[in-house]
């Protein structure tokens, strides 16, 4: 019973997220879900549940890499979580090796769900892992502006 109140507590700790979030280091976000209570089967496969980080913003010329995990909304920890997918930009600087880029990430997250037995949850938690990105150079500095779910 002790485990399921830090459970809970660590769900609540994470809160409501300001954005633009920096990715200077593991990030945990509450994403709330589309309205998906009693979707048939056939409405699953004719609908896919996409997670997408809007406004990733880098240097053209910077290494960045990030990895996405998804935790089901009541478990929190390693053996609750499944790995979403990766970001990665390599440099390519085409004579602007300065100047910015905006982005976006999609990641299907269906079966995703489906294997967290979380399909009804209301709410899903997304961690974002930066990887060695050639951080503490004074840039590199990478910025996300939103995360939601949505259906493609």
Known sequence: MAERKTLTAKKKSVGVTEFPIILDKTVTVLVKRPNTKSRSKKEKEEKEEILVINGIE????????????????????????EFAGSFTNMPHSHGKKDEKIKTCLKLGITDL????????????????????????????????????IEFD
């Not at 996405?68 to 390693?78: A, Q, R």
């Open 58 to 81: 880098l240097e053209r010329g910077a290494l960045v890499k990030f990895d996405v995990f998804i935790n089901d909304e009541d478990e929190v920890g390693p053996e609750s979580s």
């Open 113 to 148: 769900l489906e294997d967290l037995d979380a399909e009804d949850d209301d709410d899903v938690l997304v961690t974002i892992v930066p990887r060695d990105s050639g951080r503490g150079k004074g840039k590199d500095v990478v910025t996300i502006e939103s995360i939601q």
